[in-house]
């Protein structure tokens, strides 16, 4: 259960990789070692050759794990082994186009039957209760995106058709990493809390340790993608510098494994 | 069929046109795309907007524009007659300034600072730049490498009008690619800018307002045709790419069932797959660039690369109301190859003293194929959606030789 695994989880913080960088083979090794780091869940991004939500970091990602040979066939030999892996959930995060071609609900049945337990499809629009009642049926939680400029209305709608967590973003544009409003953020959780019961996740923007300490002070758990795929793309050993990365963000003092 | 036909009324509330359409966009940006809606509802029918639109359609565009007879190329061709409705005669020398008008106009009035906008042959940048200039607002342009490169004389006018050419380089560095860039420049700051989008394509309400604003030519279009010959035309005929002017003369017909609609797509090279931009004729219903449309796509669902010898129709998407207009048989879509385009370019030069551009040189390409195989009292009304000067320096240099103009 993804929700659970937040909540029972002191800082929760949730590594986003792109998939199938700088291979599928070193993927599964990230996978790992992020668990190893800490993880309480992870989030693979599925490479789109137009991420309209992603910045510059997350497209060149997608760009060059395309270039590679990236297939959502290739993927779903590995799915499996890397879910087993690992005792924490695994999400994947997609572009909408994709997971159409061969039928939404085929695909998602897929990945829920390789022990994928969430998705996340930034540009899902914000009525998308067929696929919020497909999920259900397959049981794969969908996590929906809230951003500061949703109108209550729509908040309203996406949290009613949203499972596991909301995704709340942080900021107004694109993920990269730049400044959060700590203030502004805090206002938003609020508000999203009062809606429901599930966790509330911040994301987009989280590059620093004191960043993710005190966006923990009022969200359940924070997302921490361009950043993390900056330093895996810049270093020889991408297994370690995710490892490491992940340990620097989350701080000292607290379990790395249970 | 009249039931289904009154469903062009479209698009419902959410942006949906039948299956089409919609708002696929990160919620970071629907927040702005429903201010532009509210706040388009809100003028689309107000007096004061529309008097002062159209204000600028009569002296500023210099519309209405005329339908023109084409009387030699009609008899070289011994069938239909055919009709050129002269979009390429407004100001900036095509359609695309009757959208840019009314976009330019509604941002002011939100307040913004910016245009930005996204442009394949450069007729959108220009216009654009144009109405930015008119109106008193900063405009950003986005355009693939390749296409700068093809359309100079373009570029360098958008630059004269004050706007910024923001060259782009990623992937095939062509259409698509700058709208790619110019969405993530928007999502970067959508408070300040306001995002014109080219065409009837993108997340609601672009596909809507954007053939509002176009739809004028099809208004003007249908009286003028009437007073011309005493009846309504037999065929229409436009060029699609995104499908901005098609749309644009369409929408007044559709309910005129006795009227048969064309939409040429590009075929490009070929149909072979990266050698052509028929996105209806070929595509598969898909999600890009915010909306649900057919595209045309690889098994993965990636956009395929696409080509064509006019930058305007190279994209791998089209407007979603060209997809239910598919489905529902009511439009035809064929197609048109670069060879058939420049022969109608040279024709239409040749025989009636017009230069069209290369966009609508497909229009004009299928319009003399079919006016051959019909009556001679049968007519054609085709949209010259554009001028060819744009294009004369790159067709002369590719294409001079065989035509004997180098």
Known sequence: MIADAIKNKTKAVIPYIT???????????????????????????????????????????????????????????????????????????????????????????????????????????????????????????LIRLVAPTTTLQRQEEVISQCSGFVYAVSVKGVTGVRQCLPGEVARQVQGIKAMTDLPVCIGFGISTAEQVNDMLAFADGVIVGSHLMERIMGDPNPVIAAHDTLRELIGPGIESIR | MKTELKSFQLPDEKGYFGPYGGSFVPPQLQGVLDEITQAYMEIKDDEQFLTELHALYKHYVGRPSPIFHARSLSEKMGGAQIYLKREDLNHTGAHKINHCLGQALLAKKMGKQTLIAETGAGQHGVALATAAALVGLKCDIYMGEVDIAKEKPNVIRMKILGARVISVTRGTKTLKDAVDEAFEAYLGDP????????????????????????????????????????????????????????????????????????GVEPSGLSLREGEHAATLTLGKPGVLHGFKSYLLQDEKGNPLKVYSVASGLDYPGVGPQHSLLKDLERVTYVTAGDSEAIDAFFDLSRFEGIIPALESAHAVAFALKLAGKLEKDKTILVNLSGRGDKDIDYVAETYGKDYGVV
């Open chain 2, 191 to 262: 408070i300040t800018q306001f995002y014109a989008i080219g065409s009837v394509v993108g997340p609601h309400p672009f596909p809507m307002m954007v053939r509002d604003f176009q739809s004028i030519v099809g208004r003007e279009a249908r009286q003028q045709f009437r007073e011309m010959t005493g009846s309504l035309p037999d065929n229409l005929v436009a060029c699609v790419g995104g499908g901005s002017n098609a749309m644009g003369l369409f929408t007044a017909f559709l309910d005129d069932e006795e009227v048969l609609i064309y």
């Open chain 1, 19 to 141: 998939a199938g960088l700088p291979g599928m083979d070193a993927t599964g090794e990230i996978i790992r070692s992020l668990r190893a780091a800490g993880a309480a869940a992870i989030e693979i991004g599925l490479p789109f050759s137009d991420p309209m939500a992603d910045g510059p970091v997350l497209q060149k990602a997608s760009h060059l794990a395309l270039k590679n040979g990236f297939t959502l066939e290739g993927l779903m030999e590995h799915l499996g082994d890397w879910t087993t892996s690992i005792d924490i959930p695994l999400i994947v995060m997609s572009y909408i186009n994709p997971l159409m071609r061969r039928g939404i609900g085929e695909t998602l049945s897929r990945f829920r039957d390789r022990g994928v337990q969430g998705v996340i499809i930034p540009d899902l629009p914000s009525d998308a209760r067929e696929i919020h009642a497909l999920c259900r049926d397959i049981g794969i939680d």
